[in-house]
């Protein structure tokens, strides 16, 4: 057995895993909190490549108490569709019980009879596994993790014991698919949450600070993120029913359509602060160039234009790379004005939609009564 801390920086549990999975049957991998840079990571250690790549099984169990995003269930799911379905499995532990958290991190591999293990604190993320960097001072968490090999009677026990604990989790419905509604529904609130560590920033106010503070702003992801374009205002031309014209700078640099067709998950809030179901949404330019986007709480809406020639608008709010939350505030509603004031006059010569980019906090200046779940919340925290 072998025990080791972990210091900012250095990849000791990747080199850990990567030694305990080398020429394994199969793999399991149980962590609280996960994050894209995490994932993205752990699939690229050479010796968990090789074992996808031969068709060997690979288990994944992810919490989604909080730091586990959107995004970081889409390219779990990615990942899936690239090595198989029935080669990389996935599930995700959800719970509603306010005073526990999910907590374990341990991977588990295979091979004969022996059964090699690697537990410690360090979650799947970039911190938690302690990538590799030449930056100082180094990123990072201060980790520990043992190492250990298993055989006989150690190695049935061990592997008895998961066993059981999957089936009686699977039973209860604590252990969900990634595409159950709830579970999505966590990741999205999830990425609503900014963390600073300055405590110059209440616990719990709305919007990212001002530029200037000295504390860096970070996403569940737990990478750096800048909010001064973090939210979409545009005016909304007539479209086809549950969809929404949003013009080529707002589909690439917004929603972040690269060229190629992927999927974003979207979740509508109300003006009375109403949350509806998490839609995943495949982005994609039609052969037509029309830069659409699908947005199903549309489709109920009468399509008006006011006196003014104003339209109906979309405010939407970027929780990370591949999700986002959305309202629709149309003509008739008492809160139009409040954001046709935001986008300013309409444009001179062929009328164009207005469209602005703002932070969350000019958002919740220019909109007093902008429902919360829009906003995102910080906290003096660090992702972990």
Partial sequence: ?????????????LHAIGKAAHDA???????AYASPSGVRAFFEVPEILTLLKEKKKFHLIVGVDAITSASTLLMIGDLQTKFGKKVLTAEAFY??????????KFVQFGKGKLLHLVTGSGNLTARGLGIN??????PG???????ETLSGSDAQKVQSDISTW?????KSGLLRQLSDEEVKRRAMENGMVRFTTSKAFAKGKKAAPKTGAVAPILT???EAVNDARGILIRELPKNRPGQADIGKDSLSEFFGYAGTAKYVLLQNVTLDDLLGQTESIRLF??????????LHAISGLKYEIGPDDSRMVLVATKLDDRSFRYCIVPVNSVEHPKLLKILGPILVGRRRMREKRISPEELADGWKDVPSSLIPTLSISVPI
């Fill in 141 to 147: 968490n201060w980790e520990a993790f043992s190492s």
């Fill in 285 to 294: 330019v039609n052969d037509s160039q029309n830069y659409r986007l699908e």
């Fill in 95 to 104: 719970h509603e019980h306010p005073s526990s958290t999910f907590h374990p």
């Fill in 25 to 31: 049957d199969f793999g399991l991998g149980v962590f």
């Fill in 220 to 222: 569940a992801a737990g």
């Fill in 1 to 13: 057995m072998g025990f080791t801390f972990q210091q900012p920086g250095k990849s000791s549990t």
């Fill in 133 to 138: 960097s030449s930056v100082t001072p180094a």
């Fill in 166 to 170: 999957l089936a009686v989790y699977r």
